[in-house]
Every structure is written in structure tokens, then in C-alpha cells.
T-cell receptor, first 113, second 111 residues
Framework: DAGITQSPRHKVTETGTPVTLRCHQTENHRYMYWYRQDPGHGLRLIHYSYGVKDTDKGEVSDGYSVSRSKTEDFLLTLESATSSQTSVYFC????????????FGPGTRLTVT | GENVEQHPSTLSVQEGDSAVIKCTYSDSASNYFPWYKQELGKRPQLIIDIRSNVGEKKDQRIAVTLNKTAKHFSLHITETQPEDSAVYFCAASINGNKLVFGAGTILRVKS
């Protein structure tokens, strides 16, 4: 597995609270991604980053924000968690704009009660 | 935007038989098509991918074919084994970013 870790691995939180998930990589890859996985939907892109401080929206970005202040870290924040954001969140990385292959982290299971 | 449809949603095969999973995409500009395998409780693992300048790619028992005209691509697994049992996802993108995934296929290999 590529050097990708996610923290926390499991979290239970209440509706309305802020939550931050962290993705850390040791591969020095330029691109980092956040996906959510829900039954019947496969994986859906939330946000991605193509460099430090450079981010863009994916197909399900509403309710989420991201930040990347260092190459190795990509943070996903739920400003005010809702029950519809209960999901498994995966981070992924890829090396360059021409390499294309994305490798996934172990995932974070988030439950919003 | 891109839309990827994947069929079938579940597939059961006897050990040693072949399995085929098909995906269609909507955006003719898409040029990168990876396949991922996900075991229960694990992360998705890239198993094979193909770019639009290639019609077929093989890696041991796994192959992927691409028909750009019809906008569909398929995963072929030959001589299936119990350890092939997993959920398989196809995806499509333009230049590797913003992967759009299919909904997944549960493959069960019966021994």
C-alpha cells in the first residue's frame, strides 16, 4: 500500500458539530483527493488538490471544505455535520498530472447521530 | 458531467469460470478508465487501467477492453478463484482527475 494514513479511522459525532478528517501521505505526491462511499453510489469525489493551497470541487462538495497547507497533509472539514454525511471517507493520492493512477488510504468511518 | 453505469450489480460464478463486468460512460472526452477491487472493510485497490489510445490491456488473469465508439469498457477475469470475490468498481475521467465511479459489482466465486 502507498504511504497514506487517515485519522481518525472511526468517529461518531452529533448533528451540528464541526468535524475534521486528516489525510497524510509520505509519497510526496502532488495530487490528493477526498471521496465518500455510500451503498449504491460507489465512490464520489468531494474535493481534490493539485498542489499546496490549490484545490477544486468535486461532484458532491456542498457542506464540505478542504485545506492543504503542506504537500503531505489534506484536511476535509464538515463545518456543521448532518446525518446525510454519515459515510466512509477515503483519501487518495496520485503522483503527477500524467501518471493518472490513484491510490487510496484506509478510510474513515464517520457516523453523525 | 460524466456519468458511469456499471452492470451487473451482482455476479455469481463457479470457480474456474470467467467473469465479465461492463461499464458505459457518457463523456466522449474521457480518456482514462481504471478498475478497482474492494474487499470487505478494506480500501479500493487499483487492479488494472486503460487509456483511450489502447483497445485492450492484459495482466495475467485480468483484462480490460475499451470501445471508444460505443463508449463502453469491460473487465474480464478468467479462471476465477475464491479470492477474486470482492466488489469491483469501474471509473472514468479526463486526464486522471475527477474520477467518476460506477456503483459497483459484487462478484461471488463459488467453490
Amino acid at each position: 500500500d502507498a504511504g497514506i494514513t487517515q485519522s481518525p479511522r472511526h468517529k461518531v459525532t452529533e448533528t451540528g458539530t464541526p468535524v475534521t478528517l486528516r489525510c497524510h501521505q509520505t509519497e510526496n505526491h502532488r495530487y490528493m483527493y477526498w471521496y465518500r462511499q455510500d451503498p449504491g453510489h460507489g465512490l464520489r469525489l468531494i474535493h481534490y488538490s493539485y498542489g499546496v493551497k490549490d484545490t477544486d470541487k468535486g461532484e458532491v462538495s456542498d457542506g464540505y471544505s478542504v485545506s492543504r497547507s503542506k504537500t503531505e497533509d489534506f484536511l476535509l472539514t464538515l463545518e456543521s455535520a448532518t446525518s446525510s454525511q454519515t459515510s466512509v471517507y477515503f483519501c487518495a493520492i496520485s503522483a503527477t498530472g500524467t501518471t493518472y493512477e490513484q491510490y487510496f488510504g484506509p478510510g474513515t468511518r464517520l457516523t453523525v447521530t | 458531467g460524466e456519468n458511469v453505469e456499471q452492470h451487473p450489480s451482482t455476479l455469481s460464478v463457479q470457480e474456474g469460470d470467467s467473469a465479465v463486468i461492463k461499464c458505459t460512460y457518457s463523456d466522449s472526452a474521457s480518456n482514462y478508465f481504471p478498475w478497482y477491487k474492494q474487499e470487505l472493510g478494506k480500501r479500493p485497490q487499483l487492479i488494472i487501467d486503460i487509456r483511450s489510445n489502447v483497445g485492450e490491456k492484459k495482466d495475467q488473469r485480468i483484462a480490460v477492453t475499451l470501445n471508444k465508439t460505443a463508449k463502453h469498457f469491460s473487465l474480464h477475469i478468467t479462471e476465477t478463484q475464491p479470492e477474486d470475490s470482492a466488489v469491483y468498481f469501474c471509473a472514468a475521467s479526463i486526464n486522471g482527475n475527477k474520477l467518476v465511479f460506477g456503483a459497483g459489482t459484487i462478484l461471488r466465486v463459488k467453490s
